[in-house]
């Protein structure tokens, strides 16, 4: 399993590293709902801390596509659950196959790789900000543009989908 693949779809909600139940389902190579029945048979194994629903206004947020379908037309009918790192891990002993198994060797090295990025960062931080101090104004222009750098970019604006008639952009 590749870990970009992985890494691109651990998603920060309500503070928590998190992966879609729908996302880990498809890297199980499973059904969402097969994961999901595994997971309500053995519920004592996934505390809050572990999994979690999420709310309408969450889901809503994830993707504009979500939508509730009609029974009997396929598609999502609840709302999403996301497992933090701990549940991962606690899936591995409710889906006990040899690719459940590599999958989250791969997830657990994700979360891993993901930390020491996340480590690697705040110690660049710390260290511009003592060097900062350390030197005078004539280096002012370097730490600002080093400081913009390493700020997260800006979503770009998202197009609206379909005809946009004259004057109305």
Do not use: W
Not at 39 to 45: A, E, L, Q, S, T
């Amino acid at each position: 399993m590749r870990a970009e693949v992985i890494e691109r779809r651990i998603l920060l909600i309500r503070g928590r590293k998190v992966m879609l139940d729908s996302h880990l389902a498809e890297l199980y190579e499973v059904p969402t709902f097969r994961l999901n029945e595994a997971v309500k048979r053995n519920r004592r194994r996934f505390p809050e801390d572990f999994m979690f629903q999420l709310g309408k206004e969450e889901a809503e947020c994830l993707t504009s596509q979500f939508a509730m379908s009609k029974p009997g037309r396929g598609g999502r009918r609840t709302l999403p659950y996301v497992f933090t790192e701990q549940g991962v891990a606690m899936l591995s002993t409710v889906l006990n196959s040899e690719r459940a198994i590599a999958v989250n060797i791969g997830i657990m090295r994700a979360f891993v790789r993901l930390r020491q990025i996340l480590a690697t960062h705040k110690d660049l931080a710390e260290r511009l900000a003592a060097m900062e101090e350390k030197y005078d104004q004539r280096f002012k222009v370097v730490f600002d543009t080093l400081k913009r750098l390493m700020e997260p970019a800006p979503e770009p604006r998202k197009r609206p989908i379909g005809f946009v008639g004259p004057g109305k952009e």
